[in-house]
């Protein structure tokens, strides 16, 4: 179902207008749709009876009122960062809820997410395990730890975003793991509780997660005939969406693929780390257009939004539909290019777009909930973007527009030339 579209020819978020919200709090301008995020996540708890678990992975997008709204409804959350973990719990959020995921973990970080009672480690390398040792030993406590395995599989996806393969930095290669598990299995403080892969992000088809969910059983049951009995297993995130209205991933076909593969290991808990798949398509970027400029084979919209606010485009090469605000502008005019102020010819947000455009038009950026905010910079000096939660017909800044003072806030003039 979707909560964001056009409604007597203007676009519309839930209730609210994208003129009116533009209005109201600027541009360039975050927004989300509270209904649709919530009916993405429905989308999944709908297919994953407790007791397995659901770990949000905050990358996606982690502002505390959108974490604050998922720990409502009982979400627990996929990690990266001590940063992210201080967000969760700020949120609302349990440490118990939480899996820790990363490939370089601080001492820092191991200590505070230990002291605060993390629900599990996921463990990337061999060296990392010993770490955690260490640091729970000083502390006098046992670390609850999953071990990430690489099952080296292809999850067709672009490059920088697929993690599965024996080429990748993640995890620890199937066919090193069984070492790793038996000194886990072994160490004082360390609990081990399951084990965990990530084959990627973006992914469209069932395959190559069932794929790797058959490789993590067969993993399951050589531990077991070595006594060594895992209770957790982390299948990862990675459910990719439909960014140009082709067909979505069939994300029930999956999850009901995988219980029934689970229902011959009644002692595993599975849980899974979607990002994406519940937030992307909840966001959208207001930006207005600056100038118009045209040259002999180029149309270019200049608009207010750049590579600073959505990096998407500029990084993968990401398509992200871009609508006008005013129906009767879409679909219609000569190509042109969307292209922001940041001084790259790599900063745009869509290349050859038919849309009919003045200048002073409203353009709306759709599915960017994901990977859009929190992958934003300041680079240029550019102030991030605010964040606005649409509700009905109300709305509610969800984060402030950047000031130039916080831009340098920390900064220190020199006494002396
Ligand atoms: N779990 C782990 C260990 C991950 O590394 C990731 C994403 C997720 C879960 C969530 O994956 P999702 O369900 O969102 O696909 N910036 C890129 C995506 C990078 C994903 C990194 N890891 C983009 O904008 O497409």
Not at 248 to 271: C, F, H, I, R, W
Not at 347 to 362: K, M, N, Q
Request: aromatic share 8%; with cysteine.
């Amino acid at each position: 179902m979707t909560f964001i579209d056009f409604k007597k020819q203007q676009f519309h978020l839930e209730e609210c207008s994208a003129t009116a919200l533009a209005e109201q709090y600027g541009t360039p301008l975050y927004v989300y749709s509270k209904a649709q995020l919530l009916d993405n996540w429905q989308r999944f708890t709908r297919y994953w009876p407790a007791p397995h678990r659901l770990c949000y992975a905050v990358k996606a997008n982690s502002n505390l009122a959108i974490l604050q709204l998922l720990a409502a409804q009982g979400a627990g959350f996929d990690i990266v960062s001590g940063g992210e973990l201080k967000r969760v719990l700020k949120a609302g959020g349990k440490a118990e809820s939480v899996v820790f995921s990363g490939v370089a973990k601080s001492v820092e970080e191991l200590t505070f997410a230990l002291q605060q009672g993390i629900g599990c480690i996921n463990v990337e390398s061999a060296a990392e395990l010993e770490r955690i040792q260490m640091v729970a030993q000083q502390l006098g406590l046992m670390a609850p730890v999953s071990l990430r395995v690489n099952p080296d599989v292809d999850a067709q996806t672009h490059p920088y975003i697929a993690t599965g393969m024996k080429a990748n930095k993640f995890g620890i290669a199937m066919a090193d793991a069984m070492p790793v598990f038996r000194r886990a299995h072994e160490l004082p403080n360390i609990q081990l509780l399951g084990a965990d892969c990530h084959i990627g992000s973006q992914i469209m088809t069932p395959a190559p997660f069932l794929d790797a969910a058959e490789r993590m059983f067969q993993l399951v049951e050589r531990l077991q005939s070595e006594n060594i009995t895992l209770t957790h297993l982390d299948l990862g995130g990675g459910f990719g969406v439909s960014y140009e209205g082709t067909a979505s991933l069939d994300l029930e076909a999956y999850l009901t693929g995988v219980l029934k593969m689970a229902e011959n290991y009644p002692q595993l808990t599975l849980v899974l780390e979607p990002g994406r798949a519940i937030i992307a398509d909840a966001g959208v970027l207001l930006t207005r257009v600056e100038y118009l400029k045209e040259t002999d084979d180029k149309r270019f919209a200049l608009v207010d939004a750049g590579m600073n606010d959505l990096l998407r485009p500029s990084l993968y090469q990401a398509w992200h539909d871009i609508v006008a605000v005013d129906e009767a502008n879409n679909g219609r005019g000569k190509l042109v290019d969307v292209v922001g102020p940041v001084c790259e010819t790599g900063c745009f947000l869509g290349h050859a777009r038919h849309l009919t455009i003045t200048g002073g038009d409203l353009l709306a950026v759709k599915h960017v909930g994901a990977y859009g905010f929190t992958m934003s910079s300041n680079y240029n000096t550019r102030a991030k973007p605010a964040e606005v939660l649409v509700d009905g017909a109300n709305s509610f800044l969800i984060r402030a527009r950047e000031t130039f003072d916080d831009l340098i806030r920390g900064e220190r003039l020199l006494d002396r030339t």
